[in-house]
Nanobody
């Protein structure tokens, strides 16, 4: 059993910044990949960013590249998503996930958090 809990979402103006956190507890593995996905109302869940077990390899969707940064602290069992230069189209529920493979597919992750809302106003 692995539990993931996201926090740090909120309401910001376009151009602002937020940092999301995802704390893991329970049966965790240090070599698991970590990722962030997001889902806007009426839209399918889409990949945002991922990192391997060490945090030295990172991957980003083209829509967030250069604006978002994923990182992890394996001592605290926490993964972060620093979001800068936010745009209204970034508005979504953001989910963290963990699994054995570092992929951009939802099928690659076995455990999911409950999500945290990010709203960016114009």
């Amino acid at each position: 059993q692995v539990q993931l809990v996201e926090s740090g979402g909120g309401l910001v103006h376009a151009g602002g910044s937020l940092r999301l956190s995802c704390a893991a507890s329970g049966r965790t593995f240090s070599n698991f990949a970590k990722a962030w996905f997001r889902q806007a109302p009426g839209k399918e869940r889409e990949f945002v960013a991922a990192t391997n077990w060490s945090g030295r390899s990172t991957y980003y969707a083209d829509s967030v590249k250069g604006r978002f940064t994923i990182s992890r602290d394996n001592v605290k069992n926490t993964v972060y998503l620093q979001m800068n230069s936010l745009k209204p189209e970034d508005t979504a529920v953001y989910y963290c996930a963990t699994g054995r493979a570092t992929t951009n597919s939802t099928r690659g992750y076995n455990y999911w958090g409950q999500g945290t809302q990010v709203t960016v106003s114009s």
